[in-house]
């Protein structure tokens, strides 16, 4: 029997490699290098985290227990994977296959294993068909090849599954069944936040299933569902508990934080979701799901009934409860896809059911098995740049990247690369897949990222980064690119149609004598800030946030912030800075190391500045020196030590351009200064 179990998994994995190694390579070989957001994000993540194993092996170990404690998406998952950096192969092949190697192979196993243990038809054709589909599954490999690790949360999902298929919970409490199934529940969740959804879920549904799985007749039943439910219950408390100790940060942001509220520009109607979802595995799958879900609540219970029903269940609610946040990306369709993956299996089986004749059977299961590597190949590839099968009842097409006049691209990164050469700061006001700050990162292979300021991109998630906007030049696409419905991404969309148009802060900028041609007809304009903001202007623009969004006058339609717009800055060598933070109520700002750092700006309605060491805790530094002056004369200069604040009355100064200066005594150490407005 183990010998029949080893060649069953051995079979498995024979036949997946040829694909993963074969699919991977391809896929990453013909992509052009213009990877972004999460897609760029993860892959440069695996780079440096994977040099830091190696070099330094006690920080690469601090630096994981410090993303689990407090990131939404901790680096584990990616850091684990750290000894393919060291292949001789391409860097993006290698993190690719990493994925695929760590993570979608052990999903093929541990799915196999499910249905081998549940299911009665143990022949060799029904055990090759169920391989193949699996290693075909195209759900299991669009983010895959897209570079997420996300699939690693459903090897967390499927081995609290198979744990509880294998552990009878209903005839006492047992401690070392909660412990790991504890553990086994809380993993989805480490390694990814969103599974919270599905282990909830799980949670829900489990207890019924082992119930289901282990229930004795002629004992009593009702007692036996407590047993199941205490199990339960426990598992849960040690989920908690793991969670607690690793990731209490992120717990309290949890807590603190609307993610239906910040995420709503992500929602779509439930007609939407639903239609992602399907898509996502193809329409051609609904016949056999719909199958699967009728045939699992008839009468004349079994095992496989009971699983079956187990997965509608946990569609049902993991889905609903999940769509109320967002709307489902190819990465959250992951444990929705699993479902409806063994839901559909088990419909197709009761199909073949009907067929009496084995040759019509093991025909049909032959030519499905060939149907299942035709849809995963035209899924994710092209017969000279031709679709091989293309209409809406196969799965949604995941092909290379790729993007027309690239050569237009390469231009544009060179031309913005010699802007910025000199220092100058840069901002790009735009948010697809056509354009983006991510995308001139990645095609600059991350030169320009010291010169390339984060731009808001989803209003409720990102809010105003104001500081943007001190930038010296500014691309703007046109028309103007968003990924998201205009009405999440005004913070976009408003600054964008400003500067095209020269109106309103548009009027501080002149459109450069370049243009870059896209892809999709888009044109990239380049613009330069001649001038400062006037404070009407800055006014102007920030009331048509907060007309939208009544709660962001408190942090941006204050004086602080006002002023900040209209400033004129020159940084100071090295270490120079003066940055509002992101809530538009503090600027913390640092002296050069050579020269001071100025801001020169319309002091409004400022009535005081309150100035603040931020880092009291430095014993070399020795405190700044701060300046206010204007051209009418006003002046006043403190000495600000290091263990100190100081609080200056600007009432010389209101409603005057006036200038601020941060110089650095005899050395620069620790010289971070916080100003707020009181």
């Not at 509220?261 to 016949?287: C, E, K, M, R, W």
């Not at 903001?533 to 006002?562: G, Q, R």
């Amino acid at each position: 029997m183990k010998n029949k179990i080893f060649n069953l998994y051995g079979l498995a994995i024979l036949i997946s490699l040829p694909i993963i190694i074969m699919q991977v390579f391809y896929f990453v070989k013909i992509e052009d290098p213009i990877y972004m957001w999460d897609s760029k994000a993860y892959w440069l993540t695996w780079e440096n985290f994977s040099r830091l194993a190696v070099n330094a092996p006690w920080r690469w170990f601090k630096a994981n227990l410090a993303s689990i404690n407090g990131n939404d998406y901790n680096s584990t998952p990616i850091a684990l994977l750290f000894p393919f950096y060291f292949l001789p192969a391409a860097s993006r092949f290698l993190y690719v296959f990493a994925v695929s190697i760590c993570y979608f192979l052990p999903t093929v196993i541990l799915t196999l294993w499910i249905f081998n243990r549940l299911e009665r038809d143990k022949t060799f054709w029904w055990k090759m068909f169920i391989i193949i589909a699996i290693v075909t599954y195209s759900p299991f490999w669009k983010p895959t090849l897209r570079g997420y690790p996300d699939i690693v949360g459903l090897l967390g999902v499927e081995s609290a599954i198979i744990y509880s298929i294998k552990n009878n919970m209903t005839s006492r409490l047992n401690l070392k069944v909660v412990l790991v199934l504890g553990l086994l529940m809380w993993t989805p969740f480490l390694f990814r936040r969103w599974y919270a959804y599905t282990v909830v879920s799980l949670y829900m549904t489990l207890p019924f299933l082992n119930y289901m799985l282990f229930v004795v007749n002629g004992r009593e039943k009702i007692l036996q569902f407590k047993n199941v439910l205490l199990n339960f219950l426990c598992s849960g408390v040690v989920s908690i508990i793991f969670a607690v100790i690793f990731q209490l940060s992120l717990l309290r942001r949890i807590i603190h934080t609307d993610y239906s509220y910040i995420y709503s520009a992500y929602q779509s109607d439930f007609l939407t979701s639903t239609n992602n979802v399907i898509h996502n595995g193809g329409l051609y799958i609904v016949p056999f799901l719909l199958i699967g879900a009728v045939w699992c609540v008839s009468k004349n219970r079994s095992t496989e009934k009971d699983f079956c029903l187990f997965c509608v269940a946990n569609l049902l609610i993991s889905f609903f409860i999940f769509t109320r946040t967002q709307s489902p990306g190819i990465q959250h369709c992951l444990p929705f896809s699993l479902w409806i993956f063994f839901i559909s299996i088990f419909g197709f089986r009761r199909v073949l059911e009907f067929i009496r004749n084995d040759f019509l059977k093991r025909s049909l299961i032959l030519a499905s098995s060939i149907a299942c590597f035709l849809v995963f190949f035209s899924t994710f590839n092209e017969i000279k740049g031709r679709p091989l099968l293309d209409n809406n009842y196969l799965p949604a097409k995941n092909y290379p990247f790729h993007i027309d006049n690239f050569g237009n691209y390469q231009d544009l990164a060179t031309a913005l690369e010699k802007l910025t050469s000199h220092g100058d700061k840069l901002l790009v006001l735009s948010s697809s897949g056509l354009l983006s700050d991510d995308l001139v990162s990645t095609l600059t292979q991350g030169r320009i990222d010291d010169h390339l300021d984060s731009a808001s991109q989803v209003d409720l998630r990102d809010r105003l980064r104001l500081w943007g906007f001190q930038a010296r030049y500014v691309v703007v696409a046109d028309p103007i690119q968003i990924h998201l419905p205009p009405e999440g991404q005004r913070v976009i969309v408003i600054p964008a149609k400003e500067i095209l148009s020269g109106t309103g802060i548009g009027a501080a900028y002149k459109r450069m004598p370049m243009e870059f041609h896209l892809s999709n007809g888009v044109i990239a304009h380049v613009f330069e800030k001649n001038r400062p903001f006037t404070f009407d202007e800055a006014t102007n623009f920030i009331s048509k946030f907060t007309d939208l969004y009544p709660d962001w006058k408190d942090a941006y339609l204050n004086p602080l912030a006002e002023s900040y717009l209209t400033a004129s800055i020159t940084t100071g060598d090295i270490w120079g800075n003066f940055e509002i933070d992101s809530d538009g109520k503090k600027i913390y700002a640092h002296p050069g190391e050579h020269t001071p750092t100025v801001a020169e700006w319309y002091f409004g309605d400022i009535r005081s500045l309150t100035f603040r060491m931020a880092n009291r805790s430095c014993p070399a530094a020795d405190g700044v020196v701060v300046q206010l002056e204007n051209a009418d004369g006003a002046r006043v200069r403190i000495d600000l030590p290091n263990d100190a604040s100081r609080k200056i009355i600007t009432s010389d100064f209101s409603r005057k351009m006036g200038k601020i200066i941060i110089d650095k005594n005899q050395n620069s150490f620790c010289d971070k200064v916080e100003i707020t407005e009181e």
